[in-house]
């Protein structure tokens, strides 16, 4: 008998061990600065986001929430280092359409496998890209684009954000849609994309409503359509592609990750601040003029969307025949 109590007693010591060291953790997260990795360039809708969020997800957690740009690799590199990151809730990813749905059809060696390597925290909002060209071009509706694209076959070059970026990926759906063919210049990201197109370098882009809003505006940029089904109340003016192109459909989406095996509390902890955020009356103003419509998901439920945007884009991708490596 008294043996069977030794080995019980021993049991519950050694449960504990591994138990109470993530309950503690969970208890007292966080204890120091988070890190925020945006796998993007400055200045495009996946930095804007993070800042608009990181600044008060500091506030709500009293601690220092520091934005990290990791532009390379189509935001494959930035993914990879939150995916190998210790799962302990201060090492972080903002996820979008590129990295997790986008990136394992056009890689032949993904380092990561999004199903597998992370947490979801929530999908926080999707929203569409805009076609854009320099006020200066000839070119004033996505009509006469496509017209010019057909008469000059791989003579017209596209911006993209990056190879297996959401634009990169739009871009050859609308290539596919419409019989065209042109050059896919790959940038760093929205905003180095968008200068590009400014300074000349490529014909035309498609950028997020946040990163071409200012350069519409004001006049240096024309808006020729935006890649939802339906205008977006930003540049209510604009029509959607598929005006041009029946079936032409595509969004972004951005949502938090954390590395995989990351303490449930910890997560859900991640997951009522960033959600207490996106539901703020000035958060939603922000978003909602930047033409991002807010989702505040779960976990599961963007569990279930990213495995829903694998399934579509794969075979769009397939079809296309582009790759990224």
Not at 204 to 224: D, E, H, I, P
Not at 284 to 308: C, D, H, S, W
Request: glycine share 8%; hydrophobic share 45%; with cysteine.
């Amino acid at each position: 008998m008294r043996s069977r109590r030794c080995i019980l007693w021993i049991a519950i010591v050694a449960v504990g061990i591994f138990v109470i060291p993530h309950g503690a953790l969970a208890q007292s997260y966080p204890e120091r600065a988070l890190r925020l990795v945006v796998p993007f360039a400055p200045g495009g809708s996946t930095d804007v986001l993070a800042r608009i969020v990181g600044q008060r997800l500091a506030e709500g957690l009293s601690q220092p929430v520091i934005v990290d740009n990791r532009p390379a690799g189509g935001g494959t590199v930035g993914s990879d280092l939150v995916a190998k990151a210790p799962a302990d809730g201060y090492t972080l990813l903002i996820g979008s359409i590129a990295t997790m749905a986008v990136a394992p059809a056009m890689y032949e060696k993904l380092p990561y496998e999004p199903m597998r390597d992370f947490a979801p925290i929530g999908l926080w909002v999707t929203f569409p890209l805009v076609l854009v060209v320099q006020a200066s071009s000839p070119v004033t509706s996505l009509k006469e684009l496509i017209e010019l694209a057909r008469a000059k076959p791989g003579m017209l070059s596209f911006g993209a954000q990056g190879i297996a970026s959401s634009s990169h990926i739009f871009a050859e759906l609308m290539n596919s849609l419409a019989r065209i063919k042109v050059v896919i210049v790959p940038y760093k990201g929205g905003a180095p994309a968008m200068n590009g197109l400014l300074a000349g370098e490529v014909d035309y882009s498609m950028v997020a409503v946040s990163t071409a809003l200012a350069q519409v505006s004001a006049g240096k940029l024309r808006a020729l359509g935006v890649t939802s089904a339906q205008p977006t109340s930003s540049l209510p003016n604009v029509p959607p592609i598929a005006s041009a192109l029946p079936g032409y459909e595509g969004l972004n989406f951005h949502g938090m990750h954390a590395p995989a095996k990351t303490p449930a509390a910890i997560v859900a902890t991640l997951h009522d601040e960033t959600t207490k955020i996106l539901r703020r009356p000035d958060v939603a103003k922000q978003l909602n003029a930047l033409a991002m419509e807010i989702v505040a998901g779960t976990p599961e439920q963007y569990r279930a969307f990213i495995k829903a945007q694998i399934d579509q884009w794969g075979p769009v991708i397939k079809s296309s025949g582009a790759r990224a490596d």
